[in-house]
């Protein structure tokens, strides 16, 4: 038995100050454990927390604010790229938002991350792609604030682009896809994990897009899990002053 602790004991100073720490209580093995940034401004951090929320996967978390001073060092051990999110299960590490969501749909194959229509599937990872690596004019103009108050922000060329092609992405999936249900493939799926950060930008600066899409912004802010972030996000001490755009003077409600 001294042995099989050893692992334990390493995890726990390997990991340090983020309490990663096996479930000594159960005599059980770790717990997944997802490390992210400022509920209020993180929209990578969004996107694993919610759908594992979603789909009832059981979590622990650990909140690192963006600027504070050893937030490099505190995820040095997690991720190679020192960013948020970064899952761990056990000695596995994940980081990026997108490969998280890979991961826990391949460990949870009940939570159906994916839709189980081999056409959806692929369109589904197509438009998660698409989130991934694009709408940065998007990103720049409208970062995620979810205390701000819901006022509306002009648009340049690019972004106004840039909305209109998530307009006709959403518009595409429900259409194709969505079966009548409320999400863009019917049931939640990674896809919608992907984009709730825009469905928080689109709220928070009061973006129009057309009734369906309309639709399904209201559709993920009825969710208890939206709520639940809405709500610690708010709660958050922490105000990033270049993330505060077009309202300088925010102050906690």
């Given at each position: ?40 401004y993180s929209s990578w951090s969004l ?20 600027e504070a001073p050893d937030f490099k ?84 060329a690019a972004a106004a682009a840039d ?91």
């Open positions: 038995m001294r042995g099989a602790a050893r692992p334990a004991r390493a995890c726990l100073r390997a990991i340090g100050m983020l309490i990663l720490a096996c479930d000594l209580r159960a005599g059980g093995p770790l717990a997944l454990h997802l490390i992210i940034g400022n509920k209020n996107r694993p927390w919610f759908a594992m929320k979603v789909a009832g996967i059981a979590f622990e978390e650990t909140v690192i604010s963006l060092s505190r995820l040095k051990a997690l991720s190679g790229a020192d960013k948020v999110p970064a899952l761990v299960d056990s000695d596995t590490r994940v980081w990026e938002s997108l490969a998280i969501l890979e991961y826990l749909a391949e460990k949870f194959p009940a939570a159906a991350l994916w839709p189980r229509d081999p056409a959806a599937r692929a369109h589904a990872r197509a438009i998660a792609s698409e989130m991934h690596a694009g709408f940065q004019a998007l990103r720049q103009q409208l970062p995620m604030n979810v205390r701000r108050p819901v006022v509306a922000r002009a648009l340049d909305v209109a092609r998530i307009d006709a992405i959403w518009n595409e999936c429900r259409a194709r896809f969505g079966g009548g249900g409320p999400y863009l493939y019917g049931a939640f799926t990674a896809a919608d994990a992907m984009y709730a950060p825009v469905v928080s930008r689109f709220h928070t600066y009061a973006v129009e897009v057309g009734a369906a899409a309309t639709a399904y912004t209201r559709a993920i802010m009825a969710s208890p899990a939206w709520s639940e972030w809405r709500a610690a996000a708010r709660r958050e001490p922490w105000v990033l002053p270049q993330d505060e755009v077009d309202w300088p003077d925010v102050r906690r409600e």
